[in-house]
């Protein structure tokens, strides 16, 4: 009876995995043995593990990656395409994040830019950090959205509280004015507190013309080039191609 009072108890103040773990462990029989410390350790932890989950669960759904397959430990380092393992390796410790970085992946279309850049979002989203995969076709959409709503201000506020701003497939179509200012609004709101990873098809010696040159191009690339880790792909074969090959096989890919 004292136990089904102190279960209501914990599931009351919302110790769901708490009062599932007192249950299921008072029940097992390779648990008799063990201390009262031992014990209450075990309870502590799966509570915990519970609500870090939970945590993780809700970073990712806000993240809203298109692969959720992508991953640190699934890059392919095999295909001769620029991708260093140690350069990644040192990326996934998280300090160009703490630093406010950027990383820039440059390829032509297939060699794996958006896999990389949703990898390395993936990996800082299980570390901790707040983040957001974009295309950039629909962030500046966004701001239109923002702009007709009366809610622009708040979109910049919510961009620069992300830890990481992953923004896909830039340099695609032509940007109008408008739509440049509103990019560096983005950039320069989060500058000095948020990372950002940038893909792009165009290498960077050319985004300065892309963005038309002038005060708004300079001030854009200022924030994103300077003290950039940079990733620039190069595959002979679309690495898209490779990945409908494995998957047929049904070996891991990427």
């Given at each position: 009876?004292?136990?089904?009072?102190?279960?209501?108890?914990?599931?009351?103040?919302?110790?769901?995995?708490?009062?599932?773990?007192?249950?299921?462990?008072?029940?097992?029989?390779?648990?008799q043995s063990?201390?009262?410390?031992?014990?209450?350790?075990?309870?502590?932890?799966?509570?915990?593990?519970?609500?870090?989950?939970?945590?993780?669960?809700?970073?990712?759904?806000?993240?809203?990656?298109?692969?959720?397959?992508?991953?640190?430990?699934?890059?392919?380092?095999?295909?001769?395409?620029?991708?260093?393992?140690?350069?990644?390796?040192?990326?996934?410790?998280?300090?160009?994040?703490t630093a406010?970085?950027?990383?820039?992946?440059?390829?032509?279309?297939?060699?794996?830019?958006?896999?990389?850049?949703?990898?390395?979002?993936?990996?800082?989203?299980?570390?901790?950090?707040?983040?957001?995969?974009?295309?950039?076709?629909?962030?500046?959409?966004?701001?239109?959205?923002?702009?007709?709503?009366?809610?622009?201000?708040?979109?910049?506020?919510?961009?620069?509280?992300?830890?990481?701003?992953?923004?896909?497939?830039?340099?695609?179509?032509?940007?109008?004015?408008?739509?440049?200012?509103?990019?560096?609004?983005?950039?320069?709101?989060?500058?000095?507190?948020?990372?950002?990873?940038?893909?792009?098809?165009?290498?960077?010696?050319?985004?300065?013309?892309?963005?038309?040159?002038?005060?708004?191009?300079?001030?854009?690339?200022?924030?994103?080039?300077?003290?950039?880790?940079?990733?620039?792909?190069?595959?002979?074969?679309?690495?898209?191609?490779?990945?409908?090959?494995?998957?047929?096989?049904?070996?891991?890919?990427?």
């Open positions: 009876m004292l136990l089904e009072q102190t279960i209501d108890k914990l599931i009351a103040m919302k110790l769901f995995a708490l009062a599932k773990s007192l249950k299921e462990r008072l029940e097992r029989q390779d648990h063990l201390s009262k410390a031992e014990f209450i350790g075990l309870l502590v932890d799966d509570e915990w593990l519970h609500r870090e989950n939970r945590k993780l669960s809700a970073r990712l759904r806000v993240a809203k990656f298109k692969d959720r397959a992508a991953s640190i430990e699934g890059l392919n380092y095999k295909t001769a395409r620029g991708l260093r393992k140690d350069q990644l390796l040192e990326l996934a410790q998280n300090r160009w994040i406010h970085q950027s990383v820039l992946i440059t390829g032509l279309s297939g060699s794996g830019k958006s896999f990389v850049a949703q990898a390395l979002g993936q990996h800082a989203c299980r570390s901790g950090f707040s983040v957001q995969y974009l295309r950039l076709p629909a962030l500046l959409n966004h701001f239109v959205q923002a702009r007709a709503e009366g809610t622009y201000d708040r979109l910049l506020k919510r961009l620069a509280k992300l830890s990481v701003l992953v923004i896909d497939d830039f340099g695609l179509a032509a940007m109008s004015d408008r739509e440049k200012q509103d990019l560096l609004e983005a950039i320069e709101e989060r500058y000095g507190s948020g990372a950002t990873v940038v893909t792009a098809q165009l290498p960077v010696s050319d985004w300065h013309e892309y963005l038309g040159g002038g005060r708004v191009a300079d001030a854009i690339l200022d924030r994103l080039v300077h003290a950039a880790h940079r990733i620039e792909l190069r595959s002979p074969e679309s690495m898209r191609k490779e990945y409908s090959a494995l998957q047929h096989d049904g070996q891991s890919v990427e």
